[in-house]
């Protein structure tokens, strides 16, 4: 499932929210269509939560929301990062290297040149796939230094160097 074309519909559904002056509303509709991109399952957890306990929206989308959650594993970054994807999780991405592929291939290209296309969007992912690793290791090591059992063991150990 594309996470694009999910906030797409989303857009379609909840296109009242983002009309007229309440920030209340904006902000909803702003938290609604960019779920789809979430980083981390907390937050994205959270905004769930929020989202399907709010009193601006109907209980059709709400149900609709209920349901499209069910396959969330299969539009939300947070989730989708979890798999081998290549990097991509939405099918605008693959366009894109579509795109990219059209605009420096053509039929008159040699095999060298579309093999060194390939290796330069290859690059590309991995590198792509490198910051992702990286944002989730700061995060998993942000999580385990803010443990109790980390903190209180630190303590323990200043303690200890004070009394010496």
Request: hydrophobic fraction near 35%; glycine fraction near 2%; include cysteine.
């Amino acid at each position: 499932m594309c996470a694009w074309h999910i906030e797409q519909k989303l857009k379609k559904k909840v296109l009242h929210l983002n009309k007229g002056s309440n920030p209340e509303t904006k902000a909803l509709y702003k938290k609604i269509i960019n779920i789809p991109y979430c980083e981390y399952e907390d937050d994205y957890s959270k905004k769930y939560q929020e989202i399907i306990e709010s009193t601006l929206l109907n209980e059709n989308f709400i149900k609709y929301f209920k349901e499209i959650n069910e396959n969330k594993n299969l539009w939300v970054k947070c989730f989708i990062k979890q798999n081998f994807t290549c990097g991509m999780a939405t099918s605008s991405r693959i366009e894109a290297k579509h795109r990219v592929i059209k605009k420096f291939l053509d039929g008159n290209s040699r095999l060298g040149e579309i093999y060194a296309c390939f290796q330069e969007l290859e690059q590309q992912e991995i590198n792509s796939f490198k910051e992702e690793i990286q944002k989730v290791s700061r995060k998993e090591e942000d999580s385990l230094t803010k443990h109790s059992l980390i903190q209180k063991s630190q303590e323990l150990i200043l303690i200890m160097l004070l009394e010496f």
